[in-house]
């Protein structure tokens, strides 16, 4: 477990745990659960942005989901300023939600598409009361487009009529409508093409220059991660396999996984890069984890021990973490 700092952090989650019960047919008893996030602790200072990557089905996505209570947590504790938000009710839950906004993956799916674009982001001021007349809402509204890039005019236009980054600036401006201090982005530009990305990513880092707010951005690129990230957290089977500084964990990575994920970073000289590290076999299933390291079963220094062991998140170097028996 990474050690929970003496002063408050902005987020603290510990021990947080997302299992999803499988039954047999539709009044059936449970036959077992799927583990999706087991046991992750971390923290986010303000202003700060934590890197969290992994492959396609690690976790990342529930476990972003769960902080902003759009997934109930199974276990643990979620505290955003110093208050556990992991079991508050709705109503309690909607008052915090002027703390931490999240952006989501699909930038088309995330927008109600019979809602104009003003509609859309005036809803926040709504439902937060922060826009007490017509005047001061519209105002807002196209301050706020002005802010990620768009004409004030679009306010009328319809979802439909934007192009993929454009839509995607949509939600980081209805985001930022209630000035958060904490914005979860999960997987903001995966969908959109590569000069776009660059786009959407200077805008989220002038943002927090501006604004000081955090970012739990969530990727699979770690290139990316790197780029827009202080810390990084690694995912693997709904658990953290390493955790660190950025530029530590790209460039001496302790974790096999890690180092086989930044082995797939493409390289402008493949002649000078590292080695491609091809895994074996695919991600064991969640809802029958191998016992000992998760890793074990695709990992090619795997001793004995790590098919019996399951290894703790220790400290290999000053605030860098890993979970292999085998890391120094």
């Not at 926040?124 to 004409?151: C, F, K």
């Not at 209630?178 to 530009?189: F, G, M, N, R, Y």
């Not at 984890?289 to 990992?299: D, N, Q, V």
Request: net charge positive; proline share 9%.
């Amino acid at each position: 477990m990474i050690p929970i700092p003496q002063h408050q952090p902005l987020l603290e989650v510990r021990h947080l745990k997302v299992h999803f019960p499988l039954r047999h047919g539709i009044f059936g008893g449970a036959r077992g659960s799927v583990k999706a996030v087991d046991d992750v602790s971390f923290t986010i200072e303000p202003g700060e942005t934590l890197g969290l990557v992994g492959e396609s089905g690690c976790g990342k996505t529930t476990l972003s989901r769960a902080i902003v209570k759009l997934i109930e947590p199974t276990a643990g504790s979620v505290w955003l300023e110093g208050e556990d938000i992991a079991h508050l009710g709705a109503a309690q839950m909607r008052a915090r939600r002027r703390v931490c906004q999240m952006i989501f993956q699909d930038p088309f799916s995330s927008l109600d598409p019979r809602m104009t674009i003003g509609q859309t982001i005036g809803e926040s001021l709504d439902i937060h009361r922060l826009a007490p007349t017509v005047a001061l809402r519209q105002a807002r509204i196209s301050e706020l487009l002005t802010i990620v890039g768009l004409d004030p005019v679009h306010a009328r236009r319809y979802p439909h009529e934007f192009s993929g980054g454009q839509r995607q600036r949509v939600g980081i401006a209805r985001a930022l409508a209630v000035s958060p201090k904490l914005i979860v982005c999960d997987e903001p530009v995966s969908a959109l093409d590569a000069s776009v990305q660059a786009q959407i990513i200077n805008l989220l880092q002038d943002l927090q220059r501006e604004r000081a707010v955090a970012y739990l951005f969530v990727a699979h690129d770690l290139a990316v991660i790197e780029h827009i990230s202080r810390r990084v957290m690694v995912m693997y089977l709904g658990k953290v396999v390493e955790c660190g500084d950025a530029k530590a964990v790209v460039q001496t990575p302790k974790h096999p996984y890690t180092t086989a994920l930044i082995s797939a970073v493409p390289q402008i000289n493949p002649a000078t890069g590292a080695r491609r590290i091809i895994l074996p076999g695919e991600m064991p299933s969640p809802l029958d984890p191998p016992k000992g390291c998760p890793f074990h079963p695709r990992c090619s220094i795997a001793e004995p021990r790590c098919r019996i062991e399951p290894p703790a998140l220790r400290e290999i170097s000053p605030a860098h973490f890993a979970a292999c028996h085998l890391a120094r």
